[in-house]
Every structure is written in structure tokens, then in C-alpha cells.
Nanobody
Framework: QVQLVESGGGLVQAGGSLRLSCAAS????????MGWYRQAPGKQREWVAS???????NFASSVRDRFTISRDNAKNTVYLQMNNLKPSDTSVYYC?????????WGQGTQVTVSS
């Protein structure tokens, strides 16, 4: 079992920045990759970014030039740095972890970008 707790969401003006954190606990040694999805009201959940155990990263095309993902293994935490935020980035952001072919989810954190 893996438990995930997100933090760092909030309200920001367009062009601003936020950093989301996702702290993992439990069977962390079995985690293969972690990342983020987001879901806006009335829309399907959208994959945003991921990072593997070896540090490989991938991003959705909509965020590639603005978001970065990193991890602090000592803190068992993954970060999503979001820069130049747009109103279209407004969503609930969910952290996920893949472990032994299972996907675990955090509770979500709201990000609201005002124009």
C-alpha cells in the first residue's frame, strides 16, 4: 500500500507560479513512477507529468514549456513546479504513484488561476 498526500494548491493570477508537493508513505520502495493528473470541472482527467525512479520525466504538450517535475528521494516527495500559469490550468491536481502494477492516488489539491 502507498499513501499520497498533496499540498501546495491555491489561487494565483495568470502568469504566476505554484509548486505542488506529493509526499509518499507506506511501501515506497516498490514505487516505479510518480506523477500528476488534473481534472477541470466537466472534463475528463488529464495526465500532466511523470517522473520515473531513474529520474526520467515526461510532460503533456500543454505544459511542457511551463511545468517541471522533480523528486526528493530523502523526503519521498515529488514536486510539480508550475510557472506562467494560465486560466486553462485551473483544475484539481491529483498525484499518483505506480507500484507493483497498481496505481495509487492522492486526494487532490485545487489550483485556480485567475485572469
Amino acid at each position: 500500500q502507498v499513501q499520497l498526500v498533496e499540498s501546495g494548491g491555491g489561487l494565483v493570477q495568470a502568469g504566476g507560479s505554484l509548486r505542488l508537493s506529493c509526499a509518499a508513505s507506506g511501501s515506497i520502495f516498490s514505487i516505479n513512477a510518480m506523477g500528476w493528473y488534473r481534472q477541470a470541472p466537466g472534463k475528463q482527467r488529464e495526465w500532466v507529468a511523470s517522473i520515473t525512479n531513474s529520474g526520467g520525466t515526461n510532460f503533456a504538450s500543454s505544459v511542457r514549456d511551463r511545468f517541471t517535475i522533480s523528486r526528493d528521494n530523502a523526503k519521498n516527495t515529488v514536486y510539480l513546479q508550475m510557472n506562467n500559469l494560465k486560466p486553462s490550468d485551473t483544475s484539481v491536481y491529483y498525484c499518483y504513484a505506480i507500484s507493483n502494477r497498481l496505481t495509487y492516488w492522492g486526494q487532490g489539491t485545487q489550483v485556480t488561476v485567475s485572469s
